[in-house]
Structures are given as C-alpha cells and as structure tokens.
C-alpha cells in the first residue's frame, strides 16, 4: 500500500535558524498537504499543493512539490519558538479519497 | 463559527466494550473524516463520509465502523474493543470530498483497559 515517509523524524534547532523538512511518498500523489500539530494539539492545516513543481510561501514557510510529484519539502526561514510542532505531510493518490499521513518531523526550537 | 466538535473529549473503557464517538463539522462541510493516531505517530485514516456515502475506508478490522447523517454529522463505531485501540480519534471535516484542506477537532482519547 502507499506510504509516506518524513525525514529528520527529530530537529533541534537554534532561534532564527534555517529548518526544512523532507515527504516522500511510494506512489505518485495527485495531491499534498501540509499540517502542523503542536504538542497535546491536533493538526492544523497549512497549505496545499497541487501542480508539478508547484513552489508556495506563507511568510517564512516555502513549501514544494516534486516534478514527480513522488516529494514534497516545507522549510521555515528563521525559526521562532512559535514554530515548534510536528510537521506532517499527507498525500492523496488519484482515484482515491483518503489522505496517507507522513511519519512526521517533530521541530524543537531552543531560544 | 463554531469548529468541528467531537465528544467525548475523554473515554475509559475495558477490553471487549462497544464504543461510540461524535462528529459535529463545521457548518456547511459535507466531507467528514475519521482519523486513529496513536501517541508519536501521524494520524491513520479510518474511514471517509460525503454527502452520506462512504467514500474511504482505511486498513482497519470490521470492528470499524462510521455512518454520516443527513446533518452532516457523524458517529465512529468500534466494537470489541483491544488494549491497542487505545488512542486519539480525530475528526475532520472539509467543504467538498478531495482537494480541500481538512479541519481537525480536538479529538477523544480513548483508553482501553
């Protein structure tokens, strides 16, 4: 069946670094979003992306899909203590309705 | 506007019980989506409702089960209950069936003991 990996699984990082999470998924998607959950929370949604090589920002996120539409990327320019959370994809394949979520990254952000 | 709201918020039961957990979408979302996740790994999908119809249904046993109503909302089964359906049962629920981001409730955490 169609998976859906993330990688790091862990990130710690300094305030105001850089951080980019990685999605891969088994199959081709037809389609990816972005969610953020932060501890004891439930998932928020992000963004969504549609096209081949499709590039959105939100702020300090830039997200991407892959030209094989097999990946996808989120990065955050400068992290806050805000942004701590775990980052999950999920992808959703042609013909099918439901979404796979990733493993997750889980982003830690030390002041 | 009121979000999507899930009751209860928190269940105890014991191994072989019945269980049934409730779905309330924003208003005006037909799609609704149930979602398992346990503790430190993503949310597993379940089961998908539009328009009142199954639309998706997840690797999980026949003890599984879900129905949407006319108002939309819904109501997540589980019948004979494991140690290992203990978890957070999260709802989602979206405007339209595929390409539309979902909003989640807060969830029921379910313990079985």
């Known amino acids: 069946g169609q998976q859906v990996m993330q990688i790091p699984q862990y990130q710690h990082v300094q305030e105001g670094e850089d951080f980019t999470t990685y999605c891969n998924s088994s199959?081709?998607?037809?389609?990816i979003q972005w969610y953020k959950q932060r501890p004891g929370g439930h998932p928020v949604f992000l963004i969504q992306?549609?096209?081949?090589?499709e590039v959105k920002k939100q702020k300090r996120l830039t997200f991407q899909f892959g030209e094989a539409k097999k990946n996808s990327s989120l990065h955050i320019t400068a992290t806050q203590t805000t942004d701590v959370g775990t980052y999950f994809c999920?992808?959703?394949?042609?013909?099918?309705?439901?979404?796979?979520f990733g493993t997750g990254t889980r982003l830690k952000v030390l002041a | 506007d009121a979000g999507v709201t899930q009751s209860p918020t928190h269940l105890i039961k014991t191994r072989g019980q019945h269980v049934t957990l409730r779905c309330s979408p924003i208003?005006?979302?037909?799609?609704v989506s149930w979602y398992q996740q346990v503790l430190g790994q993503g949310p597993q999908f379940i089961f998908q409702?539009?328009?009142?119809?199954?639309?998706g249904r997840g690797n999980f046993p026949d003890r599984f089960s879900a129905r949407q109503f006319p108002n939309y909302s819904s109501e997540l089964n589980v019948n004979a209950l494991l140690l290992g359906d203990s978890a957070l049962y999260l709802c989602?629920?979206?405007?339209?069936?595929?390409?539309?981001?979902?909003?989640f409730g807060s969830g029921t955490r379910l313990t079985v003991v």
């Open positions: 409702y539009y328009e009142k119809e199954e639309r």
């Open positions: 999920a992808g959703r394949s042609s013909g099918t309705y439901k979404y796979i």
């Open positions: 992306l549609v096209k081949s090589g």
């Open positions: 989602a629920s979206s405007a339209y069936d595929t390409n539309y981001g979902y909003t």
């Open positions: 199959t081709t998607l037809s389609n």
């Open positions: 208003s005006g979302h037909k799609s």
